[in-house]
């Protein structure tokens, strides 16, 4: 597996070093992430779920396998801030965030390299189904915590205009529709979502933060666990109670112990949120990610 997360480390810290060093303008990464996150990702997303099959029993197994634990982690995430009265509320949103948010670029980088085209498939369709719902986490907990009273007109607005969101029912109501894909407008949409990767990984380390000030080391050590190891587990163990097929269960043990997205910065500057408590989870679960994403494949055989 290291061979498949050490090349996309490395395009994230090349990042880290295009920032650090002044290599290229600062409005740079700005432009790049707009450009990323409101076209070349949804392009990815589109593009990825509009080839898959919705017709097969393993999209139910992979929704309860990925969304079951989903819940749970937020839930177990809400429970963890009530006793927490002194955290700010824009904290509070960063920590729902990051602990149920995956990083899209490094998931599918990592998959493609590490998996046979039907597991990176199946990767792929987690992404679809729970890119919707965990934005969705997202989008309340920040409306409800940014100090402007949450009501339903504002959360549905939010979400409306949420790109990722938009592009990935669009593919799926594509799929499942059975409509044509035109070789040309797919093949542009493949070209974008290609360079979605690597614009998205070098954006992701031009905003990896490494300064203990202003830390939160409670909330980031405990929405890490959160995001890092109860989730997987969660998902390996639903997997098993629920005799979900050997293929999916990896991919939604995979994809659960994905480290939180950069696209959490984004909506948490947008809309209000702790920005740098969310930068701080960005940079230590990618970086622990290296260590915690192999064993994910573990955790079914030691829940079993």
């Known amino acids: 597996m290291l061979n498949a997360i050490l090349p996309v480390l490395l395009i994230i810290l090349l990042g880290v070093a295009i920032r650090r060093y002044g290599w290229l303008p600062e409005a740079f990464f700005p432009s790049v992430e707009k450009f990323s996150y409101n ?4 392009a990815l997303l589109f593009s990825g779920t509009a080839k898959l099959s919705f017709g097969s029993a393993e999209v139910g197994h992979l929704a309860l396998a990925t969304l079951l634990p989903t819940a749970l982690v937020t839930l177990a995430a809400l429970l963890m801030l009530l006793p927490a009265r002194a955290l700010p509320d824009a904290a509070r949103s960063s920590v729902v965030q990051g602990a149920v948010r995956p990083n899209t670029y490094f998931g599918i980088a990592v998959s493609a390299l590490l998996f046979p085209p039907q597991t ?4 792929m369709l987690s992404l679809a189904l729970c890119l919707p719902a965990v934005n969705v986490i997202s989008v309340i907990a920040l409306s409800w915590w940014s100090g402007v009273p949450a009501d339903a007109g504002r959360i549905g607005r939010n979400l409306a205009r949420n790109p990722i969101i938009l592009s990935t029912l669009a ?8 409509l044509p894909q035109p070789a040309p407008l797919f093949n542009t949409l493949d070209i974008l979502g290609k360079a979605a990767l690597c614009l998205g990984l070098i954006c992701v380390g031009s905003g990896l933060v ?13 929405t890490s666990a959160l995001k890092l190891l109860l989730l997987p587990l969660l998902a390996a163990k639903v997997s098993l109670l629920c005799a979900v097929p050997a293929p999916v269960a990896l991919a939604a043990c995979f994809y659960c112990a994905l480290p939180t997205a950069p696209n959490a910065y984004i909506m948490a500057r947008q809309m209000g949120g702790d920005t740098r408590l969310m930068a701080s989870l960005i940079t230590v679960q990618t970086l622990l990610a290296a260590l915690t ?5 573990q955790f079914l055989r030691w829940m079993a």
């Open 39 to 42: 076209i070349c990702f949804p």
């Open 293 to 297: 994403l192999p064993l994910s494949s």
């Open 171 to 178: 593919g799926v109501v594509w799929s499942v529709a059975g």
């Open 210 to 222: 490494f300064s203990l000030e202003g830390l939160r080391p409670m909330a980031l050590s405990l």
């Open 120 to 123: 990176t498939a199946l990767v």
